[in-house]
Structures are given as C-alpha cells and as structure tokens.
C-alpha cells in the first residue's frame, strides 16, 4: 500500500486510518473490509510493528494500529468504534443490525474475534510465549526487545499463555457451532440473514488459524507458520465451516489478494 506519513496523516482531511506496514495484521485488514464493503474512502498512515512510534504516540495519544482517525475528532481504538464510526460516515450497506438481540449477539461474537482475551488476543499470546522463553541470546536481541514491547501490550505471563491455551479451544469451537446452527436455519452468515461486521472481522481473524494461501495473502513465512495453528486439540475444536465461511466472504465481499 501507498502509506502516508504520520506527519502527513495528521494533516490530511477526512479519514485516516492507520495500519501496520507490511504485514497483514488482523484489525487492520478487518477495519479496511469494513470500510472496503461500505466503499468509504480513507488516507492509509503508516505505524511500524513493535517498535516505538513516538510521533503517532504525540498525533493520536496511542502508538498501536489500526487507529480511525475522521477530521478532527478523537480517534476511534477499539473494533466496535471503528465499525460505528463507519456505520454513521456511510450508512449503507449497514454491518450492525437493527434487532436488538442480532445486535447483541454480533458485538458479542465480535468481542470473542476481536476483543481483550478474544481469539487474536489469545493467539498472539501463544505466538509470544515461546519466543520469551527462548534462553538469552538464541535470537536476535532487537527481535525479543520487539516482541517482549507488544507482548506487554497484551498482559503476557506464562500464566495467561495457559488461559490463552483454552480460550482459543473455546471460541472457535463457538464459532463452529455458531456458523453450524446458522446453516440449518437456512442462513449464510453469523448473526441474522445478512452480512455484518462480525462476518467481516472473522474473515480476516481466521488468518491466525490458517492464513489464506500465497497467492492471495503473500505474507511473509515466518509470519505465516507463527499464525498457522497445528495443534490437534485445538484443531478438532476448529470445524471446517470456519475457513469455508472465511473464503466465501472474501470471494463475496473483500478484495483479494490482500495488500498491505
């Protein structure tokens, strides 16, 4: 992608949103399908991964991505705020449903996907946890100091790597059964009978059980055999459904391949 700086993000009109550079991290290429289905225009700003980001830290307050950032209002963090932030620049096609059940229930769904100890959450923790325990000086000392600043960012300690362990068990598995109970209703997706956020933001998530192939998502390797999951456990908890859900809303409604 064509990034601005952040020097040159802060001065741009209308929206920004800032993503990692140069890889296909799950909550931005999440918040870019919400804005890709709602064909919301948006200036990308480039953040670096794991390192310090002092001059977005100064322009936003915050030094992680995505961050959606529209004129000169505050800028919105979190996944729920990114997709209402959307809904209200560009209400249609609408991600939130209007039934107050469905809409509990997607924000649920998407706080499992997307949330504190949520599916990324728990993985990324997974994918810390061996590196940090690595002794001193098998890898690269830049590399852990890289690793070590975003693991703190998401309360890493072997304790919640163990919990990370089972949680991830758990939401896929409610996910599967989710997606299950859906198609013997008849229904193509998450919550209701139409596309919503929820379905966009497993889409791109299911990367960290099993990234997308080469040719569609050309990430680097390393990054993709950290994301791939191989654990039979957690594998059995996984029902094929979930990748078959990820590739029919990428075929239907994201853009392939992806670029980042």
Request: aromatic fraction near 10%.
């Given at each position: 992608m064509d990034y601005a700086s952040v020097e040159e993000g802060r001065t741009a009109l209308g929206l920004r949103l800032v993503l990692t550079a140069g890889v296909p991290g799950p909550w931005g290429e999440a918040a870019k399908g919400i804005l890709h289905v709602k064909k919301i225009p948006y200036t990308p700003v480039r953040q670096e991964g794991g390192q310090a980001n002092d001059a977005l830290r100064a322009w936003t307050g915050y030094d992680n991505a995505p961050q959606a950032v529209f004129e000169s209002e505050r800028p919105r963090i979190a996944a729920a705020e990114i997709i209402l932030l959307a809904e209200r620049l560009e209400p249609s096609p609408p991600l939130v449903p209007n039934d107050a059940r469905e809409r509990a229930l997607m924000f649920g769904l998407l706080h499992e996907i997307a949330g504190e100890l949520g599916f990324a959450w728990c993985r990324r923790l997974q994918i810390f946890h061996p590196i940090l325990r690595l002794p001193e000086g098998a890898l690269p000392a830049p590399l852990v100091e890289s690793v070590a600043r975003m693991a703190a960012k998401y309360g890493y300690s072997p304790e919640q790597a163990a919990v990370a362990d089972r949680r991830v068990v758990e939401i896929?598995?409610?996910?599967?059964?989710?997606?299950?109970e859906q198609r013997a209703r008849g229904r193509e997706f998450l919550v209701g009978e139409a596309?919503?956020?929820?379905?966009?933001?497993?889409?791109?998530?299911?990367?960290?059980?099993?990234?997308?192939?080469a040719e569609q998502c050309p990430m680097p390797e390393g990054m993709r055999q950290s994301y791939t999951i191989r654990d039979e456990?957690?594998?059995?908890?996984?029902?094929?459904?979930?990748?078959?859900?990820?590739?029919?809303?990428?075929?239907?409604?994201?853009?392939?391949?992806l670029r980042f």
């Open positions: 896929l598995a409610l996910l599967s059964a989710t997606l299950q596309l919503s956020a929820a379905d966009v933001y497993w889409a791109t998530f299911a990367a960290m059980l099993a990234p997308p192939p456990r957690t594998l059995a908890a996984a029902d094929p459904i979930l990748l078959e859900h990820r590739d029919r809303i990428y075929r239907d409604f994201l853009e392939l391949p």
